[in-house]
């Protein structure tokens, strides 16, 4: 059995679980194609972006269970673990990928909401009488 590389993006409330192991560049998320899963283009050249910057493309199969978010952060979760499990394969990869942006993390996250406010950062309005 080929050895399989494993990485564990997060991007927002997304978090992809992913697996790569050596072949035809057949990518599966959540049990089904990147094309079933993703209706969106840029979704998918997201996810495939840290294999065109390795020259890597179609040398992997992927596998991939991703649970949370949107289809945005999904595919920035998954561009994350596939980063991970590549320099896992090999680590000289990484000053490609770090000039790229894809080694670090998005830690963005939505802000909490306070009380007495109407939101994160909303004021309920002010009257002065």
Not at 88 to 105: H, S, W, Y
Request: with cysteine; glycine share 10%.
């Amino acid at each position: 059995m080929a050895e399989a590389y494993y990485g564990t993006g997060k991007r927002k409330t997304s978090v992809a679980r992913t697996w790569l192991r050596p072949g035809k560049g057949i990518i599966t998320i959540n049990n089904r194609t990147i094309e079933d899963y993703f209706g969106r283009e840029t979704a998918k050249v997201v996810v495939e972006q840290p294999f065109v910057l390795t020259d890597t493309y179609g040398s992997f199969d992927v596998k991939v269970n991703v649970t949370g978010g949107g289809v945005s952060g999904q595919a920035a979760a998954i561009r994350h673990g596939i980063t991970k499990a590549l320099l896992q394969f090999n680590p000289e990869f990484r000053p490609i990928l770090k000039k790229a942006g894809l080694v670090t993390c998005d830690a963005r996250i939505k802000e909490r909401k306070k009380y007495g406010q109407k939101g994160a950062r909303a004021r309920f309005q002010y009257s002065k009488r």
